[in-house]
């Protein structure tokens, strides 16, 4: 067994693709539309759903946002340097909400940035590069 993908509904597709394809720099893996359901599914990712995990931006047509709740936590997403991708990600327009350092009571880099309809993804520095 393996993870296939995580699911995350969306408030505005366009504006969901842009953030995780361009601010992000994942691949729009599929996308199709769901006329009779009144939704679209599309598919993000670093690499071929044969072999990678994705994730699966649902839009339900008639639904422009969602209350996130309080049991979702976080995707987390391993970057070479941090510094430099948080950086990256304010230049093309991304929202940092915490900028990249030690965890509470550890060592690990990491960052929080946030997409378009406000879930929050983990940066986590996997190199041994540290500024």
Sequence with gaps: MR???????VG???????????ILGMKLLRQKD?????????FVGYGDETSNTVIE????????SYDIGTGYGHI???VDDIYDTCEQ???LGGK????PGAMKHGSTLIAFVEDPDGY???LIQISSQAR
């Excluded at 931006?57 to 422009?64: K, P």
């Excluded at 940092?96 to 900028?99: A, G, I, L, Q």
């Design 76 to 78: 987390a997403l391993g």
């Design 120 to 122: 929050k993804i983990e």
């Design 3 to 9: 993870i296939l993908h995580t699911m995350l509904r």
């Design 12 to 22: 505005n597709l366009e504006k969901s693709l842009d953030f995780y394809c361009n």
């Design 96 to 99: 940092v909400t915490r900028e």
């Design 57 to 64: 931006l649902t839009h339900n047509w008639d639904t422009t």
């Design 89 to 91: 990600i304010k230049s």
């Design 34 to 42: 769901y006329p009779d359901g009144k939704f679209t599914l599309a």
